[in-house]
């Protein structure tokens, strides 16, 4: 039965993931994989999280479904974030919200809204997270992609993604990634994100927004702006958006797929269409990460706990970014590689070839994707010269 299939090549991430593991040199260093990675190189379970872990315990009565949309007060509270607690479009019924598994349960969700919807072709940011495209041709979609990160300057190419975009077709889908772009770190500014609203909204795209680091550029309320601002200029948006950095809850699955509409009736309609998706495709979405996030979010201590931690993250990774950057420009005196500094979350794409980024891992043990992204987090302050020297020699 299995004869028609042949082996599909390995993911590269998680085939050097395994590739770490393996490698018993002494010095070796994994700016991999995209987790958070503390001082010591773990990845712990937050102390809010734990706290909120153990009072579910305590409270639970039952194991029963939750039901279409999943735990409420979940979305609820990232409604909260997206659009803001007191946001009008909430009132006038012009918004949707359902627990997803992860923020890539989010996405799947959102494509098949926009399949739906009549799109046939989703434009992708070039380069962007592997896992689009692929989640955009399992549902039997065609890609394109956009312009967006300017080689030269390490900053967002507002002209060349409209240029691209130019060349959609009204009814097309885009996705747009929120803060801390993943690989590049390059994040759009408000100004730009109020022209890629007008542009979208004057063109007819149906775009998705794409938050999978909410927290880990500037903090909560800045990193958000930028959705809002678009929202506000486009008028329409499908988000997805995943708790799986910000709250550390990456294999308990917790993300939530939202959206905002012109109008109340197109919502309620769309609403129907996503619990179908959603039915079809996993019945009914988890509760545990989404019921750790309700749960921190509902309570004063506990959220002023989650922030604080969040916070520290975020001040890691600026810190080490500096750190780099720093060293980089000192050794090579690369203007691009202050650039950096500017970028955002936990990634960067360092100017490397695949066979540059082979190179490093074989010959220095630094592992890196061939795309060249590195994982920030995945440094530690006083290992910073040395990935700089092993660095600064391959560029
Ligand atoms: N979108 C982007 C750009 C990501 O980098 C990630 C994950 O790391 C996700 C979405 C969603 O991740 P998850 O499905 O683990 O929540
Ligand atoms: O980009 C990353 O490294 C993270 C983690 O199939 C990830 O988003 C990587 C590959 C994958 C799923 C998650």
Request: proline share 5%; aromatic share 6%; charged share 20%.
């Amino acid at each position: 039965a299995f004869s028609p299939l042949s082996p599909l090549p390995p993911d590269a991430l998680l085939g050097l993931m395994t590739a770490f593991r393996e490698d018993d040199r002494a010095e070796k260093f994994d700016l991999g994989v995209g987790v958070y990675k503390d001082d010591q190189g773990n990845t712990p379970v937050m102390s809010a999280v734990a706290k909120a872990e153990a009072l579910m315990l305590q409270r639970q009565t039952t194991k029963v479904y939750e039901g279409p949309r999943g735990n409420v007060d979940f979305c609820n509270a990232i409604e909260d974030f997206v659009f803001g607690v007191d946001a009008p479009v909430r009132k006038e019924g012009r918004t949707l919200s359902f627990t997803a598994p992860g923020g890539c349960g989010a996405l799947s969700l959102g494509v098949g809204l926009m399949r739906r919807l009549g799109v046939k072709k989703v434009w992708v940011s070039d380069p962007t997270w592997p896992n689009h495209p692929k989640v955009v041709q399992s549902a039997g979609l065609t890609t394109d992609s956009y312009r967006y990160a300017d080689p030269d300057t390490g900053t967002a190419d507002r002209a060349g993604m409209l240029e691209d975009l130019a060349k959609a077709e009204r009814g097309d889908g885009v996705i747009v990634q929120g803060p801390c772009h993943n690989p590049t770190g390059i994040d759009l500014t408000l100004d730009d994100w109020r022209a890629v609203g007008a542009f979208v909204k004057e063109r007819g795209l149906i775009v998705m927004l794409d938050v999978a680091y909410h927290g880990f550029a500037h903090g909560l309320d800045k990193d958000i702006a930028g959705v809002r601002a678009f929202i506000d200029a486009a008028g329409e948006a499908l988000i997805s958006y995943s708790c799986s950095k910000n709250f550390g809850l990456y294999r308990e699955r917790a993300g939530c797929f939202l959206a905002v509409g012109e109008t109340a009736d197109g919502i309620a309609a769309a609403t129907t269409h996503v619990a179908d998706i959603s039915r079809a495709t996993w019945s009914m979405p988890p509760a545990h990460g989404a019921g750790i996030v309700a749960t921190i979010l509902g309570d004063a201590a506990l959220r002023a706990e989650w922030e604080a931690e969040l916070t520290s993250m975020r001040e890691r990774m600026i810190s080490l970014r500096q750190a780099l950057s720093g060293e980089l420009v000192q050794r090579t005196g690369s203007n691009l590689l202050a650039s950096l500094t500017t970028q955002n979350g936990m990634f960067s794409q360092l100017p490397v070839t695949p066979e540059g980024a082979k190179a490093l891992r074989e010959e220095s043990g630094l592992y890196m994707p061939g795309s060249g992204r590195i994982n920030i987090a995945g440094l530690n302050l006083k290992d910073i010269p040395r990935v700089a020297e092993i660095i600064a020699t391959a560029l």
